[in-house]
């Protein structure tokens, strides 16, 4: 089993920062990808950002990209998303997973954290 803990979310400006980590504890090992979603009343999961645990691969959203930034630190097993030039848009709970590659190059998550909420306002 595999447990996610978020956390750094909160209440920012526009155009401000964040910086969400997740701590990943368990078989981690058995997990090939750790990604972020992002959930907003009424509307579907989104994919933020993904990075493969061996390379450090990565892929970003349209609507984030420059922006926001994930990166991994293995022998911690935690990954970060750095956040900015943050929008009002960009509110919303921030999921953090873990899960495996599929052979078509999709993301599968697997395990989900809690959620940590991320709110834009001035």
């Known amino acids: 089993q595999v447990q996610l803990v978020e956390s750094g979310g909160g209440l920012v400006q526009p155009g401000g920062s964040l910086r969400l980590s997740c701590a990943a504890s368990?078989?981690?090992?058995?997990?090939?990808?750790m990604a972020w979603y992002r959930q907003t009343p009424g509307k579907q999961r989104e994919l933020v950002a993904r990075?493969?645990?061996?390379?450090?691969?990565?892929n970003y959203a349209d609507s984030v990209k420059g922006r926001f930034t994930i990166s991994g630190d293995n022998a911690k097993n935690t990954v970060y998303l750095e956040m900015k030039s943050l929008k009002p848009e960009d509110t919303a709970v921030y999921y953090c997973?873990?899960?495996?590659?599929?052979?078509?190059?999709?993301?599968?998550?697997?395990?989900w954290g809690q959620g940590t909420q991320v709110t834009v306002s001035s």
């Open positions: 368990g078989t981690i090992f058995s997990q090939s990808a």
């Open positions: 990075i493969t645990r061996g390379g450090g691969s990565t």
């Open positions: 997973t873990a899960g495996i590659i599929l052979f078509s190059g999709t993301f599968y998550p697997q395990h």
